[in-house]
């Protein structure tokens, strides 16, 4: 977006870090006033820049040790495949996320599971048996850093 100036680049990045600052916390960081700075959010969130705020989980200390990124390549195209497949897989609890991709897979997910077993029986019960399954490949996640965006 072009319209972003410094300070409104400066405050995104403050929320990226941490989103559950308030306003005032937050202008004080920048050097502006409670309202200045919840005027510069909500026009940020008008615009369609921020796209809300998630609560972000430890998904190990709940009991869910075992991350696996799955390539899925469809074995049949077309419109009404992607779109059951899609509706099928979004149904699993297990699967976090799920990316429409164009490479060498169809689609890429973000599943957890309690461990390998537990993987095991998610990916032979529902994710193999999902509608246009075709080829997955699986890669085990071993570590995972948070690295900072274009903003800071």
């Known amino acids: 977006m072009a319209g972003l100036d410094e300070v409104d680049r400066r405050l995104l990045a403050l929320l990226v870090e941490d989103a559950d600052r308030s306003a005032s916390v937050l202008g004080r960081m920048l050097g502006l006033s409670q309202p200045a700075t919840w005027r510069r959010i909500r026009r940020l969130e008008e615009v369609g820049v ?15 040790g075992v991350t696996v990124f799955l390539g899925v390549k ?10 059951d497949f899609e509706r099928a897989v979004t149904a699993i609890p297990e699967v976090q996320t799920v990316q429409h991709v164009l490479g ?15 993987f095991e ?32």
Do not use: H, W
């Open 104 to 118: 060498l897979y169809d689609y890429r997910l973000r599943v957890i599971a309690r461990d390998l077993a537990d």
């Open 74 to 83: 469809l074995a049949t195209k077309g419109r009404v495949s992607l779109e």
């Open 121 to 152: 029986r998610v990916l032979r019960r529902r994710i193999m048996t999902l509608p246009g399954v075709g080829n997955v490949e699986a890669n085990v996640m071993l570590s995972e850093e948070r690295r900072p965006g274009p903003l800071g």
């Open 50 to 64: 921020i796209q809300g705020r998630r609560l972000e989980l430890d998904a190990e200390r709940l009991g869910f």
